[in-house]
Nanobody, 125 residues
């Protein structure tokens, strides 16, 4: 399992970024996959998860209406569209999965087993 995240950068508050995660070694048609983040001094937290077998999504309240997870089935890539970014969204963002977990809700709450490398997102005020 390999997960390659990209798309991070520096953006002003209120701006947008789109992260990409290219998956290899497995096909995005069964396991749940998601985005997680870790800010300095804070625990890692889930920001969005997708069930690839039925396209169900899960978002915690602090990103609802601002973040959107999606995927390109033919390219085996998932995306995280982040709009109306806030300084508190500053963190390293990781894509991650658990090949034995199909539920987006469970992945976001129980945590993944396979992690990609992170991409830094910095939101200036």
């Amino acid at each position: 399992v390999q997960l390659q995240a990209s798309g991070g950068g520096l953006v002003q508050a209120g701006g947008s970024l789109r992260l990409s995660c290219e998956a290899s070694g497995f096909t995005l048609n069964r396991p749940a996959i998601g985005w997680f983040r870790q800010a300095p001094g804070k625990e890692r937290e889930a920001v969005s998860c997708l069930s690839t077998n039925n396209d169900n999504t899960y978002y915690p309240d602090f990103v609802k209406g601002r973040f959107t997870i999606s995927r390109n089935k033919t390219k085996n890539v998932i995306y995280l569209q982040m709009d109306n970014l806030r300084p508190e969204d500053t963190a390293i963002y990781y894509c991650a999965t658990d090949l034995g977990q199909a539920s987006s809700y469970a992945l976001c709450h129980n945590g993944p087993r396979d992690w990609g490398q992170g991409t830094q997102v910095t939101v200036s005020s």
